[in-house]
């Protein structure tokens, strides 16, 4: 096993669990999302508007297909795990867990994102819509499922830190 990643919708945490599961295991730590602003030198929301989503998910797959090939954790975008290609990639190339957290979790974090082009141009009820059915697919394509709903940052990383040590060895 190579990458840890992290999966799941917009606002479940995968950033933030990130963050805090690479300052406890000691393992370098990269934003999807971030290293496809860094390269393209545009923010998501300009990405979006200059050249369509559809270009925005192909910076998703390449990124999969050639980051550096190192021992780390990947916080993923909402949308990577819908794309059947990314999610074999994904279980190739490391263990993926997914941060299951609520819709009305979910809601109250993302409601006001303006850096979130699907939240701006969906309204509540298409958001909850999107969730369930890619819920599915967060399902089909993580080795592990981690609630979040009545748990603190805390406790879900160090959930996810014990998975990362039992399976470690593992060859997936
Ligand atoms: C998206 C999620 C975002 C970002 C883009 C599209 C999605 O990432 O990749 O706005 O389709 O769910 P986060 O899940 O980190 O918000």
Request: cysteine-free.
């Given at each position: 096993m190579k990458r840890?990643?992290?999966?799941?919708?917009m606002g479940s945490g995968k950033s933030a669990i990130g963050r805090r599961l690479s300052f406890l295991?000691?393992?370098p730590y990269y934003d999807m999302d971030q290293e496809i602003v860094k390269k393209m030198g545009m923010t998501i929301p300009e990405i979006f508007e200059?050249?369509?989503e559809p270009f925005f998910r192909q910076q998703e797959h390449?990124?999969?297909k050639t980051?550096?090939?190192e021992w780390c954790i990947v916080s993923t975008g909402g949308g990577v795990a819908v794309n059947p290609s990314n999610s074999k990639l994904m279980r190739q190339t490391g263990?993926?867990?997914f941060l299951d957290a609520t819709f009305?979790?979910?809601w109250k974090r993302i409601s006001r994102d303006v850096n979130r082009p699907i939240v701006q141009?969906?309204?509540r009820e298409q958001l909850e819509a999107l969730y369930t059915t890619r819920k599915r697919f967060y399902k089909a394509t993580a080795h592990i499922t981690i609630r979040t709903e009545g748990r603190t940052l805390r406790q879900i990383t160090e959930y996810a830190a014990f998975q990362v040590n039992r399976l470690k060895s593992n060859d997936f």
């Open positions: 840890i990643y992290l999966i799941g919708f295991l000691k393992i200059r050249h369509g390449e990124f999969l980051f550096r090939d263990l993926v867990l009305p979790d979910i141009a969906s309204t």
